[in-house]
């Protein structure tokens, strides 16, 4: 099999996972559409933020802080606290992604939580092709899941009223499975990570408490070494 058939493999492969990320990643998106038009953000302010943040837990913890009564900075603040994970995710996948800096830092855009998941390879190795392919599904998914959301507005409750709500942890569930069968070292990393979310969603929000989680990681990693 030829280089160039093996990438094409790879993004197609992505892209089949994009495509059960996507269904829950729309559902998600339509939920922060209509959560905006409560807030009363009209109708580009939603569309624009999916389009260049691109994160539904970033954009629903600025959506919340304003909510609570909170200004713009600590809106604003909030958001990038939980975006902050980007920055190890993408440290990790630097290596595999390919071209110059520009085009890297491009290439970058695409890591996403369930593209991430879906890519790694283990030992530290990520699958580029699969990566991007993952993300192109999702991106578009997102946006026009806003876009739904914003213009018909359906109630709140209509989420949770049909079970849509568990899909995105659902569909992580899975990532998480798979990453636990393919690797033994994940399952004491992962079931460190779980106590240490259960006990700081006693005392913090659950996004600062999935943030504080993440340290198993480097629990994890210092034990591997």
Known sequence: ??????????????ARVGLGLGVATFVLGVTFGAYSQTLGWGIAAPIVASIVVFSGSAQFAMATALAGGGNLAVAVGAAALINARFLPMGAAVASDLRGGRL????????????SWVAAHL?????????????????????????????LAAPPPDVVSRFGLDVMFPGFFLVLLIDELRRSR???PTAALAACLAGILVLFVPVGLALIGASAAALVGLGVRR
């Open 185 to 187: 070292q994940a399952v």
């Open 103 to 114: 085009r890297r830092a491009w290439e970058g855009q695409a890591v996403v939580d369930g």
């Open 1 to 14: 099999m030829t280089e160039t058939s093996t990438r094409r493999r790879n993004y197609l492969a992505g």
């Open 122 to 150: 283990g030992e530290g190795r990520f699958d580029r092709e699969k990566l991007i392919g993952c993300t192109l599904v999702q991106l578009p998914a997102w946006v026009l899941g806003t876009v739904l959301g914003v």
